[in-house]
């Protein structure tokens, strides 16, 4: 009876801390002590509770909200809250996500087999929303077997689902099939996929990609350009220094565009022939994708 009475108390102060997180003139230091209580208490019979004022929030469009319910839940469910936190996670409020992002990498590389029952479906599904947040996980966990959903993923019509294809990818590392499947990306429609497609390869350092990153230094878009510079320096590890890619590098220093200018600058100091290098994995640290 009194373990009963304990846990109506808790879904009490749970549905006070959902009112207060809905009014903006609410006092955040209060909200703050209803919320490390129910950390604390991690009463499982409370998700639920959770996961339903949590989709309310989200529904709100309350990133605050979400916040701090998708801590709770977290704290008290553990690996068994990923479902509706991945859901909760692909609605875009305006914050950066930073602690749920991490929440989520966290439990699916503890959890990878459950992860990955969970994220397969949902990547392969109707919701794009999920979609791109379920291939984005993927990269947490990746299996040779994805490349297939992954090409198919790489087709998609929605930028954002195309742009989240290109960070798992990277996380398969040198493997070909997914080297292809990153120098296709570099013809797509979108200049941010392309950027990224770039900053992957760069990343990646293999030679046989250079050629077509450097058929991206007469791209339409300055930013594409900047990033074929920037990627190139992170070939500068690689001996000998390559002469078409000096020449690219020459080519893009003369760019009518000063970011483009700055960045293959930046990357001809790099080459070991120019001045000194940098170690292998350093990013130029001025720009991301």
């Known amino acids: 009876m009194e373990d009963q009475r304990a846990a109506g108390d808790l879904t009490l102060r749970l549905d006070e801390l959902a009112v207060g997180l809905a009014d903006p003139d609410c006092d955040l230091d209060d909200l703050a002590e ?29 990133w605050y909200g979400r916040h701090v319910l998708a801590r709770i839940l977290a704290e008290t469910a553990g690996h068994t809250s990923l479902a509706a936190l991945l859901r909760a996670y692909s609605r875009d409020l305006g914050d950066d996500q930073d602690s749920l992002s991490t929440t989520l990498h966290v439990l699916v590389q503890d959890h990878p087999a459950a992860a990955r029952e969970i994220l397969l479906p949902c990547a392969v599904g109707n919701d794009a929303d999920l979609r791109r947040a379920a291939i984005w996980l993927l990269g947490c966990v990746p299996e040779h077997a994805d490349l297939d959903l992954l090409a198919h993923a790489a087709q998609d019509s929605d930028e954002e689902i195309r742009s989240a294809v290109v960070g798992t990818l990277a996380s398969h590392g040198t493997e070909t099939a997914a080297i292809d499947l990153l120098l296709n990306l570099l013809d797509d429609p979108s200049p941010q996929v392309r950027i990224s497609a770039l900053s992957s390869l760069g990343f990646l350092q293999q030679p046989r990609t250079l050629r077509k990153i450097r058929l991206l230094a007469n791209d339409d878009n300055p930013r594409v350009r900047a990033w074929v510079a920037i990627a190139l320096g992170r070939f500068s590890a690689l001996e000998p220094a390559d002469p078409a890619t000096s020449s690219v590098l020459d080519q893009l220093a003369a760019d009518a565009d000063p970011y483009v200018r700055d960045q293959a600058t930046e990357a001809r100091q790099r080459e070991p022939h120019r001045g000194t290098t940098s170690g292998p994995g350093e990013d130029s640290g001025s720009a991301s994708p």
């Open 34 to 62: 209803i919320e490390e209580e129910l950390v604390a208490a991690r009463r499982r019979e409370l998700i639920p509770y959770v996961e339903a004022r949590l989709s309310a929030a989200v529904d709100a469009g309350n």
